[in-house]
């Protein structure tokens, strides 16, 4: 940004002047009033306090002059643009009172004699007169002169001057025994256009000022914003700290577990290599059983031959005692209606060819050795295919039943049709 155009408008050749942007231009906030405007706010406290002392003032203006005129309770940034104003007042107010010390220290007037006097203001009136003619030739060919730069503004000083001088001039000649005060009138200069000009770079200097003020508010609400968005960063990272945490936790956890299941794993593959070893000795017992099984079954097939011996020599006798064996129903056969005639009063079950109840005796074979017997299907005993004696062997049947159907099955687990 370039400040030239504003200082080369007042007609001063000034060299430009550039903020850049890369050049820090803010301004930090200090905590406290600089020295020099300190000393002074320190100057008008102390000579608040005297005031108040001397009872010039009371306390309620004595608070109202520390708040609104020394700023004693504002903030630093607006005390020291208020003692600023007083520095840039400072050349005018020191001037003002250099020239009331000046006129107060003044000697005062001797009255000179009546002729004395008329004859001096005769001269100084001629003398102000030529003065002042003079003066009105010199600014009216000052003012015809071709100017550089930016024509000045025109200035009252010369309207206030003429009725200065006139006003002195009617007093002199209506009161002649005053003496006329002595009146100095400055010319215009090349210093006066140079300090009105300077003046005019100060304004520029200080609207750039302002504005330079201004961006810095800018800048500190920019960098508010940033604060407050490297806050929520700085939030949003403990979450995912936090977050972090928790995985970690959580994974620490399923390392846990994972270790526990290796241990499981572990004790199962033991179990397993212990059911292993158990399932061998099962093996080896169902072979020892097996084996078992066949000499009980070649047991059994003795213990059959025998009963075949027996039974032969059980019919031998039978044949020897002449007792008839009965291989049919009696109460079918006499047509007896009595039901004790139709049950063997031996196996108190019915006779094996009792048409009143067929279906209850039959006959059956085992199929491993063709052991031939009668089976009474109610209650699956086993009787002597010639007697119809009840059997005592080891021969046995079972019925199952599955899914609605049933089958016999022998001690060897061969299985018949019912």
């Given at each position: 940004?370039?400040?030239?155009?504003?200082?080369?408008?007042?007609?001063?050749?000034?060299d430009?002047?550039y903020?850049?942007k890369d050049?820090d231009?803010?301004?930090?906030?200090?905590?406290?009033?600089?020295?020099?405007?300190?000393k002074?706010?320190a100057?008008?406290?102390?000579?608040l306090?005297?005031?108040?002392?001397d009872g010039?003032?009371?306390?309620?203006?004595?608070?109202?002059?520390?708040?609104?005129?020394?700023?004693?309770?504002?903030?630093?940034?607006?005390?020291?643009?208020?003692?600023?104003s007083?520095d840039d007042?400072?050349k005018?107010?020191?001037?003002?009172?250099?020239?009331l010390?000046?006129?107060?220290?003044?000697?005062?007037?001797v009255?000179?004699?009546?002729?004395?006097?008329?004859?001096k203001n005769?001269?100084?009136?001629?003398?102000l007169?030529?003065?002042?003619e003079?003066m009105e030739?010199?600014?009216?060919g000052?003012e015809?002169?071709?100017?550089?730069?930016?024509?000045?503004?025109?200035l009252?000083?010369q309207?206030?001057?003429?009725?200065l001088?006139?006003?002195?001039?009617?007093?002199?000649?209506n009161?002649?025994?005053?003496?006329?005060?002595?009146?100095?009138?400055?010319?215009t200069?090349?210093?006066?256009?140079?300090?009105?000009?300077?003046?005019?770079v100060?304004t520029k200097?200080?609207?750039v000022?302002t504005?330079?003020?201004?961006?810095?508010?800018?800048?500190?609400?920019?960098?508010?914003?940033?604060?407050?968005?490297?806050t929520?960063i700085?939030?949003?990272?403990?979450?995912i700290n936090?977050?972090?945490t928790?995985?970690?936790?959580?994974d620490?956890?399923?390392?846990?577990?994972?270790?526990?299941?290796?241990?499981v794993?572990?004790?199962?593959?033991?179990?397993?290599?212990?059911?292993n070893e158990?399932?061998?000795k099962?093996?080896?017992?169902d072979?020892?059983i097996?084996?078992?099984?066949t000499?009980?079954n070649?047991v059994d097939?003795?213990?059959?031959e025998?009963?075949?011996?027996?039974n032969?020599?059980?019919?031998?006798?039978d044949?020897?005692n002449?007792?008839e064996?009965?291989?049919?129903?009696?109460?079918c056969?006499t047509?007896?209606?009595?039901?004790?005639?139709?049950?063997?009063?031996?196996?108190?079950l019915?006779?094996?060819?009792?048409?009143c109840?067929?279906a209850q005796?039959?006959t059956f074979?085992?199929?491993k050795?063709n052991?031939k017997?009668?089976?009474?299907?109610?209650?699956?005993?086993l009787?002597d295919?010639h007697t119809?004696?009840?059997?005592n062997?080891?021969?046995?049947?079972?019925s199952?039943?599955?899914?609605n159907?049933?089958?016999?099955i022998?001690?060897?687990?061969?299985?018949?049709?019912?």
């Amino acid at each position: 940004m370039s400040i030239a155009p504003a200082l080369q408008s007042v007609g001063l050749p000034i060299d430009e002047i550039y903020l850049d942007k890369d050049i820090d231009t803010t301004k930090k906030e200090t905590s406290s009033l600089p020295a020099k405007y300190f000393k002074t706010q320190a100057f008008g406290y102390w000579l608040l306090l005297k005031f108040q002392s001397d009872g010039v003032i009371d306390d309620t203006t004595f608070n109202t002059l520390m708040k609104d005129h020394l700023k004693v309770y504002s903030s630093i940034s607006d005390q020291t643009s208020y003692y600023e104003s007083f520095d840039d007042d400072f050349k005018m107010v020191s001037k003002d009172l250099k020239k009331l010390m000046k006129d107060f220290h003044k000697p005062p007037k001797v009255n000179k004699p009546k002729n004395q006097k008329n004859q001096k203001n005769q001269k100084n009136q001629k003398k102000l007169k030529e003065k002042t003619e003079k003066m009105e030739n010199d600014t009216v060919g000052y003012e015809t002169q071709k100017k550089r730069g930016r024509p000045k503004k025109e200035l009252s000083k010369q309207d206030n001057d003429d009725d200065l001088i006139s006003s002195i001039v009617s007093a002199a000649l209506n009161n002649p025994e005053n003496k006329p005060r002595r009146v100095y009138v400055r010319k215009t200069t090349k210093i006066n256009q140079v300090d009105t000009k300077i003046n005019e770079v100060d304004t520029k200097i200080n609207q750039v000022d302002t504005k330079i003020n201004e961006v810095d508010t800018k800048i500190n609400q920019v960098d508010t914003k940033i604060n407050e968005v490297d806050t929520k960063i700085n939030q949003a990272d403990t979450k995912i700290n936090q977050v972090d945490t928790s995985i970690n936790e959580v994974d620490t956890k399923i390392n846990q577990v994972d270790t526990k299941i290796n241990e499981v794993d572990t004790k199962i593959n033991e179990v397993d290599t212990k059911i292993n070893e158990v399932d061998t000795k099962i093996n080896e017992v169902d072979t020892s059983i097996n084996q078992a099984d066949t000499s009980i079954n070649e047991v059994d097939t003795k213990i059959n031959e025998v009963d075949t011996s027996i039974n032969e020599v059980d019919t031998d006798n039978d044949n020897d005692n002449d007792e008839e064996v009965i291989d049919y129903c009696l109460g079918c056969e006499t047509g007896a209606d009595n039901h004790d005639a139709h049950i063997n009063h031996r196996t108190k079950l019915y006779w094996n060819n009792c048409l009143c109840h067929d279906a209850q005796i039959t006959t059956f074979i085992f199929t491993k050795d063709n052991f031939k017997c009668l089976l009474h299907k109610p209650s699956l005993t086993l009787l002597d295919f010639h007697t119809q004696n009840i059997l005592n062997t080891t021969h046995s049947i079972t019925s199952l039943s599955h899914n609605n159907f049933s089958f016999l099955i022998d001690q060897h687990f061969n299985t018949y049709p019912c």
